[in-house]
């Protein structure tokens, strides 16, 4: 029997293409730290970048079937992490100029004059959308958001990973922000 780690690219390739894990977790181990680096160099954020290194492995496996053996494997990973990159750069170049937005929208809307109401109204809005998220989901984020836990404290509290900890709040996020947007627009605008 041949040792996977003798193996080249392309051959791990084609059997990465018929489904083999073995060959799956050699070009895992053999790339992931190269990737972490590049990514970490760009971003940062040590959180961020196994994110994105994880989503670029979780992609590779779900697409595997459509990888050519031939294809440059290191160039390909080097690739779709840099694509991730810039998705991620992107999202927050977006992020921060709405903030900033909503920031200063927030700043001329202060002097209104039922400025209380309408803050009692977006506090009922907001507690009402916390409340329907998942369960787990909505202990951590209150944890982390009310209580000011840190990612470990919550982990340590409910016997869960800091990654799961660090999911649940980021899917929080993302499904407050949905249901949020529309309903802070309305509220502003047309005085509800």
Do not use: C
């Not at 779709?80 to 900033?100: C, E, M, N, P, T």
């Not at 002097?111 to 009922?124: S, V």
């Not at 840190?150 to 922000?177: M, N, P, Y």
């Amino acid at each position: 029997m041949t040792s996977y780690s003798t193996l080249s690219d392309s051959e791990l390739t084609g059997l990465l293409k018929q489904g083999d894990t073995t060959a799956f977790a050699q070009i895992f181990a053999k790339y992931k730290g190269l990737l972490f680096s590049h990514v970490y160099k760009k971003i940062r954020d040590r959180e961020e970048a196994r994110d994105i290194v994880q989503d670029v492995f979780a992609g590779l496996w779900t697409k595997r079937e459509q990888i050519n053996p031939e294809t440059n494997l290191g160039g390909y990973l080097m690739m779709a992490v840099r694509h991730k990159v810039l998705d991620l750069v992107g999202h927050k170049d977006v992020q921060s100029r709405y903030f900033i937005s909503l920031s200063r929208f927030a700043q001329d809307w202060e002097g209104t004059t039922d400025y209380p109401i309408r803050e009692k109204q977006l506090q009922f809005v907001i507690d009402k959308e916390i409340a329907g998220l998942p369960e787990k989901m909505r202990e951590v984020f209150l944890m982390s958001r009310v209580s000011n836990l840190s990612h470990k404290e919550i982990a340590a509290q409910l016997g869960i990973s800091e990654q799961t900890v660090s999911t649940q709040i980021k899917r929080a996020l993302k499904i407050l922000r949905s249901r949020l947007g529309l309903m802070l627009y309305l509220l502003m605008w047309f005085k509800l």
